[in-house]
């Protein structure tokens, strides 16, 4: 019987506590609410900033994007230009080597002429002065006459 006053009394007792510190005023909620409103508020406005500055940075990321992707169109056009120019350039080089090559066997053949022509004016030359020695040394071979028809002038 002890022992069953003593369960009822710390049941009654347990009871009592558990009720009695259950209700809570509104100044002690507002007191313990405000901290926490005032942290969400200060997260709030930190998440808002963290996504305007997100936006900011993709914006950014494609107007990189985008300049990144003309300036490799460019480069891709330069690289073209460059192939192509120094095709060119190798082409030119062939052609060059060639006209060196003319050049060089047009020089050749203008020293041989000059050389034959060297040759041409000796010879000539003692031809000449033979045909001048032997201008006044002149014999008569034969002789015939002509006659024209009467009031003609052509044979």
Excluded: W
């Excluded at 071979?141 to 002509?146: F, K, L």
């Amino acid at each position: 019987m002890i022992i069953q006053k003593a369960v009822f009394l710390s049941t009654a007792v347990a009871g009592l506590l558990l009720f009695s510190t259950a209700c809570a005023t509104k100044r002690h909620v507002r007191a313990s609410i405000a901290p926490v409103e005032n942290r969400v508020g200060a997260v709030e406005k930190r998440a808002t900033q963290s996504e305007a500055d997100v936006d900011a940075l993709e914006k950014q990321l494609s107007q990189t994007t985008e300049i990144a992707s003309g300036a490799e169109r460019e480069a891709k056009l330069a690289k073209s230009m460059a192939t192509t120019a120094d095709g060119k350039a190798v082409v030119a080089d062939g052609k060059a080597v060639a006209a060196g090559l003319r050049a060089d066997g047009a020089n050749t053949l203008a020293e041989k002429s000059l050389t034959r022509i060297g040759e041409v004016e000796t010879q000539f030359g003692k031809s000449i002065d033979g045909l001048y020695e032997n201008l006044d040394n002149y014999q008569m071979s034969r002789a015939e006459n002509i006659t024209f028809s009467f009031n003609k002038s052509e044979l």
